[in-house]
């Protein structure tokens, strides 16, 4: 026997022999602590909702289902530049395959095609927890360098350009170099 999964900050988890032939539609929402775990686990200030729809699809005489939806979300970030909140709305859809673990086995890729439908993933225990594959996506539409209105880095480099804004000539690294080879 197989070890339970472990609990997500998100979890929804959907027994896939209870789904029988058709598809089945959830909409999901996290409650305040689990938006705080999610808040900590994908480094947010805050995440203050985080809704979703998700289909959930078996396919007609196999050990498939397929798994599409959409979800919002309202996020603060901290700035890269300044720290200061960066308040976003977050959305996206997404499509996912699951499978039983043998026939996840039988899929094995060994070259990678960009075209190609990703392989399924394996149904864990016989469920699918659909609240971790939306936060998995949720994490993946997040902007990874959120910048406060008017932030820039400053540079820390000689660009070419004094402090009185005339342009300079960049001293050669290998000038010191040069001098040595004509003694």
Same mark, same amino acid.
């Given at each position: 026997?197989?070890?339970?999964?472990?609990?997500?900050?998100?979890?929804?988890?959907? $027994?896939?022999?209870?789904? #029988?032939?058709?598809?089945?539609?959830?909409?999901?929402?996290?409650?305040?602590?689990?938006?705080?775990?999610?808040?900590?686990?994908?480094?947010?200030?805050?995440?203050?909702?985080?809704?979703?729809?998700?289909?959930?699809?078996?396919?007609?005489?196999?050990?498939?289902?397929?798994?599409?939806?959409?979800?919002?979300?309202?996020?603060? @970030?901290?700035?890269?530049?300044?720290?200061?909140?960066?308040?976003?709305?977050?959305? #996206?859809?997404?499509? !996912?395959?699951?499978?039983?673990?043998? =026939?996840?086995?039988?899929? @094995?890729?060994?070259?990678?095609?960009?075209?190609? /439908?990703?392989?399924? /993933?394996?149904?864990?225990?016989?469920?699918?927890?659909?609240?971790?594959?939306?936060?998995?996506?949720? #994490?993946?539409?997040?902007?990874?360098?959120? !910048?406060?209105?008017?932030?820039?880095? $400053?540079?820390?480099?000689?660009? #070419?350009?004094?402090?009185?804004?005339?342009?300079?000539? !960049?001293?050669?690294?290998?000038?010191?170099?040069?001098? =040595?080879?004509? !003694?």
């Amino acid at each position: 026997m197989s070890a339970a999964p472990p609990a997500t900050e998100f979890s929804r988890s959907v $027994e896939v022999a209870g789904l #029988g032939g058709e598809p089945r539609e959830f909409a999901i929402a996290a409650d305040e602590s689990e938006r705080e775990s999610l808040a900590r686990r994908f480094d947010l200030l805050s995440l203050d909702r985080l809704e979703a729809t998700v289909t959930v699809t078996p396919r007609e005489g196999s050990d498939i289902v397929r798994v599409t939806g959409s979800f919002e979300a309202d996020v603060v @970030q901290s700035c890269v530049v300044t720290l200061e909140p960066v308040p976003a709305a977050v959305s #996206g859809a997404f499509e !996912r395959t699951f499978a039983s673990p043998h =026939l996840c086995a039988l899929a @094995q890729v060994v070259e990678i095609d960009a075209e190609q /439908e990703d392989p399924p /993933e394996p149904i864990t225990d016989g469920s699918i927890d659909i609240g971790e594959v939306v936060a998995e996506h949720m #994490g993946l539409e997040l902007n990874p360098f959120p !910048r406060a209105p008017g932030a820039e880095f $400053e540079s820390t480099q000689n660009d #070419g350009v004094g402090t009185d804004g005339v342009s300079e000539t !960049r001293k050669n690294p290998f000038a010191i170099l040069e001098k =040595l080879k004509d !003694r």
